[in-house]
Nanobody, 127 residues
């Protein structure tokens, strides 16, 4: 049973920084992509960032490029999302996702059913 456990969500002021973590466990089959989605109140869920486990390539939605950085620590089976320059529009529940087949380019479109989801962690950006 694959489990994705997010942590690191918090209340932060605009312009601040946070690091989200996604700890993975129970992975017995290859994972092609691990990423982050978010959902703000009253809005649709959107793909934010993804990292390929095959070549380490990283992908971002335009609204977070230059502010967010995704990375992975294979030794600890953890994927991180470093967020800086946070804006009120970044307020959302952030979910870690993983898939065993799809590449990041498809994962981030949010149109395919993904294999695994975490329970989410709340990020609130407010003064």
């Amino acid at each position: 049973q694959v489990q994705l456990v997010e942590s690191g969500g918090d209340l932060v002021q605009p312009g601040g920084s946070l690091r989200l973590s996604c700890a993975t466990s129970g992975v017995t089959l290859p994972i092609t992509a691990v990423g982050w989605f978010r959902q703000a109140p009253g809005k649709e869920r959107e793909g934010v960032s993804c990292i390929s486990t095959r070549d380490g390539s990283t992908h971002y939605v335009d609204s977070v490029k230059g502010r967010f950085t995704i990375s992975r620590d294979n030794a600890n089976s953890t994927v991180y999302l470093e967020m800086s320059g946070l804006e009120t529009e970044d307020t959302a529940v952030y979910y870690c996702v993983a898939d065993q087949v799809l590449p990041c380019t498809v994962v981030l479109r949010g149109v395919a059913e993904l294999d695994y989801w975490g329970q989410g962690t709340q990020v609130t950006v407010s003064s």
